[in-house]
């Protein structure tokens, strides 16, 4: 090798980052990135988690919903999810839930991704039960992003860049957060959160 090539070489070799995975120099942690992530998580329920095509998804549980739990909890923090949803879809962004091993939306703060919830007003955007959404976006058959943050009480979030609700309330401080199925197809490519 010549002392060009061995230069380029260590130019590129320092530019790459050499941190474990689930951490990056941003200070967010990779939780999930669609192939690896996995030991992050703690499977609650019966839903067939799996990884297909890069991200992680679940389609069937055996009876009842099935959540990824996280196995570190978190008080203020912001998370970034890439998520693709079928139109049918049941699923959720669960944070500071009170019981890892018993996740609800009465537990839990839930910002929902359910385009076809009976009562809109809690669909896709909202927080349930804190936050209602006037105009609830449409997230199936395509890839989405949330953006939500937690710093003290107020709770706010973003689907595709766009605020859907903002809200105060005190009921929850800290605890896991879970990645929910409960009906239709459900994936996950990108989780990623960062203490605050």
């Known amino acids: 090798m010549n002392r060009i090539s061995a230069g380029l070489l260590a130019i590129a070799v320092s530019g790459c980052s050499m941190l474990p995975f689930g951490q990056s120099d941003e200070g967010w942690t990779t939780l999930l990135d669609g192939t690896s992530g996995m030991e992050f998580w703690n499977n609650v329920g019966t839903a067939n988690w799996r990884a297909v095509d890069g991200a992680i998804q679940a389609d069937k549980s055996e009876k ?58 809690y669909g896709t955007g909202a927080i349930v039960h804190v936050a209602k959404i006037a105009n609830m976006p449409k997230a199936g058959g395509k890839w989405n992003v949330y953006e939500i943050t937690a710093k003290g009480p107020k709770l706010t979030v973003k689907l595709n860049g766009q605020p859907t609700v903002e809200v105060e309330d005190k009921q929850f401080a800290s605890g896991p957060v879970a990645l929910q199925w409960g009906r239709g197809v459900v994936k996950f490519r990108k989780v990623q959160i960062k203490r605050i």
Do not use: H
């Open 64 to 121: 009842g919903a099935g959540y990824l739990v996280s196995k570190s909890t978190y008080g203020d923090f912001m998370i970034r999810v890439e998520f693709w949803a079928s139109d049918d879809a049941n699923s959720g962004i669960y944070m500071r839930c009170q019981n890892a091993g018993v996740i609800t939306d009465k537990t839990c703060y839930e910002a929902n991704i359910f385009d076809q919830r009976p009562d809109p007003s």
